[in-house]
Each structure stands twice: as structure tokens, then as C-alpha cells.
């Protein structure tokens, strides 16, 4: 990949904060996954897993049953 120069001097001070805000964005979204954000969202999940529960075969939510009262 080739790398480009960006100049941001001449660019007003509100564009060169909203160019950094960007730049912080696409870093998130694309930028490698540290250990710590991999653990996190294991440990969200697993805290999904243990307060999950099953539901009897052939359950039916009633939908106009939850809105009596």
C-alpha cells in the first residue's frame, strides 16, 4: 500500500478536530483487536450464556397475553 501526506495546516482548526474524530473512528473499526477488547466481549458473552435459560418445547409467546390486566 502506497502512503499518501495529508496536510492539515491548511485546513481551519474545527475540519482538522473533525478529520481526527474521523480518523479515531475508522482506527476502532478497522484498527487491530487488542487482548483487552477479545476478553471483554468474551466475558460478556459468557455472562449472556449463564443467565440465559431454556424455554419448554413447544412454548408460544402470547403476545396479547403480557398486555392483560
Do not use: C, W
Not at 38 to 66: C, D, M, Q, T
Amino acid at each position: 500500500m502506497q502512503t499518501k501526506e495529508i496536510r492539515l495546516d491548511n485546513l481551519p482548526e474545527a475540519a482538522r478536530i473533525e478529520l481526527y474524530d474521523f480518523y479515531e473512528f475508522l482506527a476502532s473499526k478497522y484498527g487491530k483487536k487488542t487482548a483487552v477488547a477479545v476478553s471483554k466481549k468474551k466475558r460478556f458473552f459468557e455472562s449472556v450464556a449463564r443467565h440465559s435459560f431454556k424455554l419448554p418445547a413447544g412454548y408460544k409467546f402470547n403476545r396479547e397475553e403480557i398486555y392483560e390486566r
